[in-house]
């Protein structure tokens, strides 16, 4: 089992920045790819990003390519996604989630944190 546990949310004017962290416990998360995801109101939970389990490759979705960076740091057993130059339609709950393949399709992805909500105002 992997325990997954997301911060860093809340509420920023477009344009702005947020930093989310993923905190994982449990059996060696290191041995996953990470990736995060997000959920808007009335729609489908889509992918952002996903970084591998060195940290050194990451591949992210076109809507957020350029301003958004995913990290990890295996010491702390914690990812980051970096969020720059935020848009109101970035506005979702955001998930970070663990899988052994590093795909970029949810039903891959084994274990998920219980999310945190990140609103851009315009």
């Known amino acids: 089992q992997v325990q997954l546990v997301e911060s860093g949310g809340g509420l920023v004017q477009a344009g702005g920045s947020l930093r989310l962290s993923c905190a994982a416990s449990?059996?060696?998360?290191?041995?996953?790819?990470m990736g995060w995801f997000r959920q808007a109101p009335g729609k489908e939970r889509e992918f952002v990003a996903v970084?591998?389990?060195?940290?050194?490759?990451?591949y992210y979705a076109d809507s957020v390519k350029g301003r958004f960076t995913v990290s990890r740091d295996n010491v702390k057993n914690t990812v980051y996604l970096q969020m720059n130059s935020l848009k109101p339609e970035d506005t979702a709950v955001y998930y970070c989630?663990?899988?052994?393949?590093?795909?970029?399709?949810?039903?891959?992805?084994?274990?998920w944190g219980q999310g945190t909500q990140v609103t851009v105002s315009s």
């Open positions: 989630a663990a899988s052994t393949t590093g795909a970029t399709i949810a039903p891959l992805y084994d274990y």
């Open positions: 449990g059996r060696t998360s290191r041995r996953y790819a």
């Open positions: 970084i591998d389990r060195s940290g050194v490759n990451t």
